[in-house]
């Protein structure tokens, strides 16, 4: 027998999954997926302990997207966002819903809408999110917003869901002067993804 006796630290995060499936299973309306969705993120993300540390690792220049999972029908997917000091997006949109769920320190989000002649206006101010907080977006609620690191010393992590593999999204960044779009994707900032499937230390004891 091995001497390496792996924890299950991971199975918050593979309980989310199953569950997403089972939700997602049942209907793609976002009207009924995103609300059951945004429950189950919060029981996610209200334990700290289950994210792979390679998944909290920022970038000095760039935040991070580190794929947790994405289901094989890309139905939906499961994104660490991890954000350097200081840190922004550009101002982008989503063409999916997405739930932000914060994990460790702080972001702030401002909301924009385009008005007929294509300029972006702020929607409200800005609002900051900690630990435990969710904010939503789609294109059916407000997709357009602007996302930063709350703080200028330190790394913050939030989990998005997306309906959809958001890797793969075409979907757009704004100019904030004069609104003008340009089409990105934004991809994942990793080719590795966390392994959700060995359950040995929980078969282990089990054993007699
Ligand atoms: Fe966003």
Redesign the pocket.
């Known amino acids: 027998m091995s001497t390496h006796l792996p924890t299950d630290s991971i199975a918050p995060l593979r309980h989310f999954v199953t569950q997403m499936t089972h939700l997602i299973g049942q209907s793609l309306e976002e009207s009924f997926v995103r609300p059951k969705a945004k429950v189950l993120l919060k029981e996610l993300i209200a334990s700290d302990d289950w994210l792979p540390e390679f998944c909290t690792v920022p970038h000095p220049q760039f935040y991070q997207q580190y794929l947790l999972y994405a289901d094989p029908l890309e139905r939906f997917s499961v994104v660490s966002f991890v954000w350097g000091p200081g840190q922004a ?1 550009p101002i ?1 949109d ?1 063409m999916v819903w ?1 739930l ?1 769920g914060m994990l460790r320190g702080s972001e702030t989000g401002q909301r924009y809408e385009r008005d007929a002649d294509g300029s972006l206006k702020p929607v409200g101010h800005e609002e900051a999110l900690m630990p435990g907080d969710i904010d939503e ?1 789609s294109p059916t609620i407000g997709d357009i ?1 602007i ?1 930063k690191n709350a703080f200028a010393d330190k790394t913050s992590i939030s989990i998005h869901v997306y309906g959809g593999n958001i890797g793969g999204v075409k979907r757009h960044v704004y100019d904030p002067s004069s609104g003008a779009i340009k089409n990105f994707v934004s991809g994942y900032s990793s080719m590795q993804v966390p392994n959700l499937w060995d359950r040995s230390a929980e078969i282990r004891a089990q054993l007699s």
């Open positions: 997006t982008h989503h997405g932000i977006v917003h996302v």
